[in-house]
């Protein structure tokens, strides 16, 4: 059993199995809303359950997708593409991240002049 949350606690979650690799955002959007960019393990819906949610609030980030946060500490916690029969996870919330390797870097073109990509990955301008 997997199982995560945000930093406080009044959202948590257990998935019965996740991707075996993170992808790694550096669009403006996950740059903005996590304060750098996003690391993200992907969960089947059907196996994925919220175990508290009295802090989760959701925001429709485009015509496309929401993002989850907590509105009690902040924390960015989920992404879900409409449609989509799975969740993106913040994977600095999972409780163990050991066996996650890093898998891809999207949205490249779209990263902070502040920072080098990192070479753990591949790299994909748009996605």
């Known amino acids: 059993m997997i199982t995560g949350q945000c930093e406080c606690g009044a959202v948590a979650y257990e998935a019965d199995k996740i991707s075996e690799t993170a992808s790694f955002c550096h669009c403006t959007q996950c740059r903005r809303t996590s304060g750098h960019y996003w690391s993200a393990v992907m969960a089947p819906l059907d196996g994925f359950r919220l175990t508290q949610e009295r802090g989760l609030a959701w925001y429709a ?16 916690l989920f992404y879900q593409l409409k449609g989509e029969d799975a969740i993106n996870i913040a994977a600095g919330t999972l409780d163990d991240s ?18 080098d990509l ?3 990955a591949p790299h994909i301008e748009k996605y």
């Open 118 to 120: 990192p070479n753990d």
């Open 61 to 76: 980030s485009s015509d496309w997708a929401k993002r989850g946060f907590c509105n009690a500490c902040g924390s960015s």
């Open 98 to 115: 050991s066996g996650v390797k890093p898998g891809k870097h999207i949205f490249c073109k779209d990263r902070g002049l502040y920072y």
